[in-house]
């Protein structure tokens, strides 16, 4: 899979557009009282993804749809239309962030969206149950935690990036922690190969 420049399209092929919602402040064991104290206030980012039709899971977005007039959505318009239709989440065009894009048998283009806390994100995630696509394309959500944790294993990014996760999106999410500093990058490599994966190859 070819990472280009964020936006570019030089062989015409379709193209779609995604978001990551993330916040950088998460505690997601503080409530669980069996888990150290050290444990309970470990602070790591979220990143908020969707369980698909097909079984895979995914950032929130699609395909970019012709227009009344003729022409093909701008990314931004194609961006904001998915996020409004697959979660009834409104933003503005200055709240996206570009991130990266990704060709393969068509181009994928990541935007992001960084929201202040958990709270903020969890009441995002509950608003996708009130969307038109919640059922059909959207089966749910979940959260990936931007950490490794010792106390509870089977959780963490490693074990994240084994999911079954839609066409470049093990790429994307690498990527978005990188632009955001979400981690180290040797920590970040670290888990990578734990995971089985190569950091540069997904980079690529």
């Known amino acids: 899979m070819k990472q280009t420049k964020y936006g ?25 009282n069996d888990l150290s104290e050290e444990a309970r206030n470990e602070v790591v980012p979220a990143i908020l993804l969707l ?23 701008t990314i931004v318009e194609g961006t ?23 060709e393969f048998g068509i181009v994928a283009h990541l935007n992001s ?17 009130d969307s038109e696509h919640y059922g059909s394309e959207i089966t749910g959500s979940t959260l990936c935690y931007v950490g490794q944790f010792n106390e509870r294993k089977n959780t963490g990014l ?30 970040l490599d670290s888990i990578v190969k734990q995971a089985g994966f190569d950091l540069e190859k997904l980079l690529a």
């Not at 996020?83 to 503005?92: D, P, Q, S, Y």
């Open 80 to 102: 904001l239309r998915e996020l409004k239709e697959e979660t009834t989440i409104v933003l503005e065009e200055g709240q996206l962030k570009e991130q990266c894009s990704h």
């Open 158 to 187: 490693g074990m994240f990036l084994q999911n079954n996760l839609a066409s470049s999106v093990r790429e994307e999410l690498v990527q978005l922690i990188i632009n955001e500093n979400l981690m180290s990058i040797d920590k």
């Open 51 to 73: 369980n698909r039709y097909d079984g895979r899971l995914g950032f929130i977005g699609g395909f970019m749809d012709e227009k009344e007039d003729g022409t093909m959505e």
């Open 8 to 32: 570019l399209n030089e062989n015409n092929k379709k193209q779609s557009a995604f978001t990551a919602i993330f916040t950088r402040q998460s505690q997601p064991f503080k409530d669980m």
């Open 113 to 129: 969206h960084e929201v202040n806390s958990l709270d903020e994100l969890i009441t995002m995630q509950k608003q996708l149950m």
